[in-house]
């Protein structure tokens, strides 16, 4: 009886602690009920500055949810975006599959998969949505989505456009020896990542 009783009762913790914990949010299963994404994220439309909370307000849920938790944005790596100004242009899913097909996406041609047939003009940028169980940060825009029309690279003079300046700017292989490295071949880059940052026609002489 006791042996039982020490099996049963962490069982029983586990089971009221999993009825406490908040389930992940579905924009899956959101998106099944026809809901449409300014219905939740209502403030979207008229946001002029990246520091605007476009995450729902609680009491969009409540029709449905009698408990709602909403968290708090995630930290930008941007310092500048306007909801409002990108929304009144329309899907650009278009766009981004026609710089793919020109070879002018300079991302991976597969991130941009989905573009052209979103649904919606939030979808467009915000890709994987209707199978999405659980915000992960991959439905957010690629950097390269945004390169298709702010197409002007001049490292490190664009980047500091639309991102504020800091250490965060270089990828974490960028350390101090990586001159040397990658000019050695030790480094072993995919040079196709560089193009996000650098576009495709940097010179060396570009940097150094």
Known sequence: MIIRKAL????????????EAPRPFS??????LKLECVSCHSGAPKSTRVEDNNLPNPEACRP???????????????NRFNHSRHLQLGSVGPVIAAAVTAERYLGAPGSASGAASAATSC???????????AVTGTEFPQMADCLVCHSKVEPP??????????????????????????SSGKARLDK???????GRKFRCLGCH
Do not use: M, W
């Open 27 to 32: 924009h899956k299963l959101h998106l099944e």
């Open 8 to 19: 049963v009762l962490p069982a029983l913790l586990a089971a009221a602690a999993a009825q």
């Open 192 to 198: 196709t990542t560089c193009a996000v940052c650098h």
């Open 123 to 133: 979808e467009a940028c915000h890709r994987g949505l209707r199978a999405s169980d």
């Open 64 to 78: 449905c949810h009698e408990k709602v938790r909403i968290k708090e944005p995630r930290p930008h790596l941007i």
């Open 157 to 182: 003079f664009s980047c500091e456009y639309c991102h504020s300046p800091g250490p965060h700017l270089k990828p974490a292989n960028h350390t101090a020896d990586f001159i040397d490295l990658h």
